[in-house]
Structures are given as structure tokens and as C-alpha cells.
């Protein structure tokens, strides 16, 4: 059974940083594309990052430079440093695997997501 589970969120001020985690259970990370999202109040879900098997990671413009996904693949968890953190990244954070080694189109499993709230 497949499973992710985010770890991490919490508050902070702007220009603050959090590492968020997903863990996974009921497959390995490192044979997928896997994806961070976030959805704030009132909008659509967004693409932060992804990362495919093979292939590039792709940063969203709003977050380049600020935050950086990475693969612990003993762990089979997969993590997002967020670093100076503004106040229009404050959203759930969800994690995502799509059932391919790239990363374009639906993804088929979530997890429940992590709150992260910034404070200016």
C-alpha cells in the first residue's frame, strides 16, 4: 500500500526557514517522480517542485534559489529545505508520487499534507 506521510511544517517569520519531510512507505522514491505542492487558502493547488528519475528538477519561478528538494533514499523519504520564507508561501504542503519515472501529468498518490504559516 502506497503511503506518504509530510512531517515538518510549522511557523515562522518571514525570512525564517523549515525543512519539511515525506515519508514513504509501500514503494521507493527513488524509481518515481516525486513532487512537493502547496495550496493556500482560496486557491488552486501549485506545483512547487518536482523531481523525476531521470531528468531535471523543476523549481517553480515563485521559489528557485530559496528552496531545494532531495532524494534520502536509505530513508525512502523525501525532503524540502525552505529557506528565506516569505509570507506568500504560507500554504498546505503536500507530497506527491506520480506512477512514472517522469514527472509530466496527474499524480496518483498524496499525502495529507503539512501546514506552513509565515509571518511578516
Known amino acids: 500500500q502506497v503511503q506518504l506521510a509530510e512531517s515538518g511544517g510549522g511557523s515562522v517569520q518571514s525570512g525564517g526557514s523549515l525543512r519539511l519531510s515525506c515519508a514513504a512507505s509501500?514503494?521507493?522514491?527513488?524509481?518515481?517522480?516525486m513532487g512537493w505542492f502547496r495550496q493556500a487558502p482560496g486557491k488552486e493547488r501549485e506545483a512547487v517542485v518536482n523531481?523525476?528519475?531521470?531528468?531535471?528538477?523543476q523549481y517553480s519561478e515563485s521559489v528557485k534559489g530559496r528552496f531545494t528538494i532531495a532524494r534520502d533514499i536509505a530513508r525512502n523519504t523525501l525532503s524540502l529545505q525552505m529557506n528565506s520564507l516569505k509570507p506568500e508561501d504560507t500554504a498546505m504542503y503536500y507530497c506527491?508520487?506520480?506512477?512514472?519515472?517522469?514527472?509530466?501529468?496527474?499524480?496518483?498518490?498524496w499525502g495529507q499534507g503539512t501546514q506552513v504559516t509565515v509571518s511578516s
Open positions: 506527491a508520487r506520480k506512477r512514472s519515472h517522469y514527472c509530466d501529468g496527474d499524480y496518483d498518490s
Open positions: 509501500g514503494f521507493s522514491i527513488n524509481f518515481y517522480c
Open positions: 523531481i523525476p528519475k531521470y531528468g531535471s528538477i
